[in-house]
Nanobody
Framework: VQLQASGGGLVQAGGSLRLSCVASGRTFSVPAMGWFRQAPGKEREFVAA????????YYADSVKGRFTISGDNAKNTVYLQMNSLKPEDTAVYYCAAGYGLHPQSFGSWGQGTQVTVSS
């Protein structure tokens, strides 16, 4: 599966951004999609995941109530709507393909998109 993320940018604290990730290739073999992020000097961390079948979602505590993950099966595209952004949300955001909603289920990564939140 090939993954292409887009939509990052510079936004002020309290603002919003929507990230997109288009999957191509053997997308039928991927039950779930997710978003992870990596800030400078930190390890990559899980943000959110969605199951293609049924639409179940799972979020990191740090983004619950602010971020929403959604998917469009027809377009093989996953979105991450990010509201009430904080400076600590600044990171490179990566989309990933996996076999379940648990963060350890993900093993295929796309290129990242930079999100910068200014205070």
């Amino acid at each position: 599966v090939q993954l292409q993320a887009s939509g990052g940018g510079l936004v002020q604290a309290g603002g919003s951004l929507r990230l997109s990730c288009v999957a191509s290739g053997r997308t039928f073999s991927v039950p779930a999609m997710g978003w992870f992020r990596q800030a400078p000097g930190k390890e990559r961390e899980f943000v959110a995941a969605i199951a293609w079948s049924g639409g179940s979602t799972y979020y990191a505590d740090s983004v619950k109530g602010r971020f929403t993950i959604s998917g469009d099966n027809a377009k093989n595209t996953v979105y991450l709507q990010m509201n009430s952004l904080k400076p600590e949300d600044t990171a490179v955001y990566y989309c990933a393909a996996g076999y379940g909603l648990h963060p350890q289920s993900f093993g295929s990564w796309g290129q990242g998109t930079q999100v910068t939140v200014s205070s």
